[in-house]
């Protein structure tokens, strides 16, 4: 089938195109990108100046399966993908059974080719049960098709362990995505430690909880020329360590989530358990240093961390909710207020949610590339909605921006040309 989108805002930060035209997409692919494009096509999409980009890139999603599809399971979590504009996301290992071995990799990437509605990456285990202590088959796991490896939520806290992580992930070339949080620094705490917490009543955790961390997987990073990525930065002296890094040639990229970027601790005093989450919302002066860090690149892209999960754990008191939120439905809406306040162009927050990502991890996407896979988001900026049960695709709700007026909504999404999300539809 040939479709052509005709007369839309295209954005494309691969090269920097950024104008109104058309785009054909015929067999699954882009055959054209171009002003009047002519000839004979099934189907015309009026886009009317909507923004068209390359489909968004999550580095970090947690899809569920197997194991507790009571909360997610990869069809509802693609479906949940496809209407947030994401045509590309990495579920993480800590699954049931945890993804520690190229049979579990093989059964994600399997159920993915027969559910999901976009493609799935995997991110394998660092060491085997997440437990810290040995090394998972690298080699292995990347023969199966793992794209990274993770220990997810849990820190490796044994610094000899880390090493050899990063050094062994390097040899099979694929990086490492680091929780950087001292958990004996930590303690007991569930929101960030401050003002609000202690008005709260809620045990803290320092930031420097995160701080010393980052800064000892970046001197690890250092020592063995591994690929250390961060996942979900909250400090602001984070983001300082990571710019010092990359200017003297440590392989370190980086993440920050919408949450992170939208939201400060102020929020915990509402004792809403959708506002814990870890690494904890930390304050306005922390915020406003992970948004100048996107900006200048210190933080390559956004990465939804998307968890989902069910009622029961978090309609309980705040000390003993699950920590997470899902993402993948609200991550662009997020986004584009940065693009209202001018801290990014419309083509610098594409390329921070498809091009940068996708770069990131080796990944193919992010750009209209012609004969690429017509993998593609329709965006209306201006579109006002509510997430709610009723707009949801995800099997959970704990959103921190549930029924929350936002702005902006991927109103139709292609997957190697085929439409796998569409506003006109539901």
Partial sequence: MRTRIRGARVLDPATGRDEIADVDIDDGVIRAVGTGLQGAVDEVVEADEHWLAPGLVDLHTHLREPGEEYKEDIESGTRAAAAGGFTTVCCMANTDPINDSPAVTAYVLRRARQAAVVRVHVIAAATQGLRGEVMS?????????????????????????MRRVLEYSRGVGRPVVAHCEDLELKGEGVVHEGAHSTCCGLPGSPAEAETVMVARDIELARLTGGHLH????????????????????????????????ALTDEV??????????APPLRT?????????GLADGTLDCIATDHAPHAIYEKDVEYTAAAYGVTGLETALSIGLDLVRSEVLSPLELIRRMSTRPARVFGLRGGALEIGAPADLV?????????????????????????????????????????????????
Avoid at 383 to 407: C, D, H, I, M, Y
Avoid at 409 to 421: D, F, S
């Fill in 137 to 161: 088959e690298m080699v292995s796991l990347a023969g199966a098709g793992a794209v990274a490896f993770s220990d997810d939520g849990l820190p490796i806290m044994d610094a000899s362990v």
């Fill in 230 to 261: 961060v996942a979900h930065v909250s400090a602001a002296r984070s983001v300082e360590l990571i710019r010092d890094a990359r200017a003297s040639g440590v392989r370190v990229t980086a993440e920050v989530t919408p949450h992170h970027l």
């Fill in 268 to 277: 915990i005093r509402s004792y809403d358990t959708n506002t814990k989450m």
């Fill in 284 to 292: 306005g002066a922390d915020r406003d240093a992970l948004i100048a």
């Fill in 378 to 426: 329709l965006i209306d900026p201006e579109r006002v909605w509510k997430l709610g049960p009723a707009e949801t695709q995800s099997r959970s709700q704990n959103s921190a921006f549930l029924g929350r007026e936002l702005v902006g909504r991927a109103i139709r999404t292609w997957v190697e040309g085929r439409t796998v999300h569409s506003l006109e539809e539901r």
